[in-house]
Structures are given as structure tokens and as C-alpha cells.
């Protein structure tokens, strides 16, 4: 069973909400929330209602300050989480791996088919943006910076047609991809 468990204070602490699907609000359980345990599986978790906003990726683990974490992860160019309002659980993948990305929205401009991760699409492909993209396998991550650092984006199957629209969190462009792989 995939769980994640969210408390209103730091370490842990004050009313808490445990969910094991996924949560378009958040604060229809908790006033806010300041902590996090995964107890198994992985997640993504935003900073705005509706899946919508800065997202970042939890795997199994503790997060007993998540304001603190967000200020070291805007220290390394990654996304502040001032708070937690709605978060997606990652479903366990099994099998292949594969997403066509494009340079340009709709699908347009030079495709590439990736199966593996990508540290950087500029060295690999001399693509230096990805603004569309097909999932046919897997659940993936796509960073805004190479080395899968900065603000990341998660997308599963599906046919992303603007994923400058669908980020909302003002990611200037998509520079490496990572599979999500089943040992969250």
C-alpha cells in the first residue's frame, strides 16, 4: 500500500492526514502542512491546489521540516515549497520505459524517442529545449537544468502538447529527463 502521511507542524507533529491516493486539496484535511512521512511508494507533491504549481518528488523517507528543505532546494535552483496543497501518487512501474520528446509545441520541430534517462538533451540529442511530448511507458521527471537539477516537472502517460502551459511554475525550459524507477 503507498502512503504518505502529512502533519500541520514540524517534526511530525499536530493533526495529521494520511493519504494513499491521489489529494487535489490538501486543506480540505489540514490547515497547512510542515512535515511529511512516506511510508512506502513515491509521490509528487505541489504547491497549489489542482496538481498545479512548483512540484517536487518524495520518495519513501521523512521530511520533518518541509519549509527548511524548500529553502536549501531554492539554494540549488530547484522549486521553494512554501506548502504542500495537493499531491499525486506515482503508480509502481513495471516494463519499458519510453516517451517521445519534440522541440517545439504540438508536437512540433525535431522528435527524439528516449528509453533511459537523459542527463542533458543539448550533449545527446543538440536539442536545447522540449516543449511537447508523448509518454507511451513509464512515469517520468524532466528538470528544467542538466544533471536533473532545478525545477522539475513529472508527467505519466499521456500526450503533453504545451508543457510550458502545464508546468505552471514558470520553468524556463526542459534541459534533462529521468524514469521513475520502482525503487521508491
Known amino acids: 500500500?503507498?502512503?504518505i502521511i502529512f502533519y500541520e507542524e514540524r517534526n511530525f507533529q499536530g493533526r495529521?492526514?494520511?493519504c494513499s491516493s491521489d489529494c487535489s486539496d490538501l486543506h480540505m484535511h489540514l490547515n497547512r502542512c510542515n512535515s511529511c512521512r512516506?511510508?512506502?511508494g513515491c509521490f509528487v507533491v505541489y504547491d497549489r491546489p489542482n496538481f498545479m504549481g512548483n512540484q517536487v518528488f518524495l520518495r519513501r523517507?521523512?521530511?520533518s521540516d518541509l519549509q527548511r528543505m524548500?529553502?536549501?532546494a531554492g539554494m540549488m535552483g530547484m522549486s521553494l515549497m512554501d506548502n504542500i496543497r495537493s499531491c499525486r501518487m506515482i503508480p509502481m512501474h513495471r516494463g519499458q520505459f519510453r516517451i517521445r520528446i519534440y522541440?517545439?509545441?504540438?508536437?512540433?520541430?525535431?522528435?527524439n524517442e528516449l528509453m533511459d534517462d537523459c542527463e542533458s538533451l543539448q550533449d545527446r540529442y543538440l536539442m536545447s529545449d522540449c516543449q511537447s511530448c508523448n509518454v507511451m511507458e513509464g512515469h517520468w521527471l524532466m528538470f528544467e537544468q542538466p544533471g536533473f537539477r532545478g525545477r522539475m516537472m513529472y508527467v505519466r502517460p499521456g500526450?503533453?502538447?504545451n508543457l510550458r502551459d502545464m508546468s505552471m511554475n514558470n520553468m524556463s525550459n526542459i534541459s534533462s529527463i529521468r524514469r521513475i524507477m520502482d525503487m521508491c
Do not use: A, H, I
Request: no cysteine.
Open 159 to 161: 500526450e503533453y502538447r
Open 61 to 63: 523517507g521523512e521530511y
Open 103 to 111: 522541440e517545439r509545441e504540438n508536437f512540433g520541430g525535431k522528435m
Open 38 to 40: 512516506v511510508d512506502n
Open 70 to 72: 524548500g529553502s536549501m
Open 16 to 18: 495529521s492526514y494520511e
Open 1 to 3: 500500500l503507498l502512503q
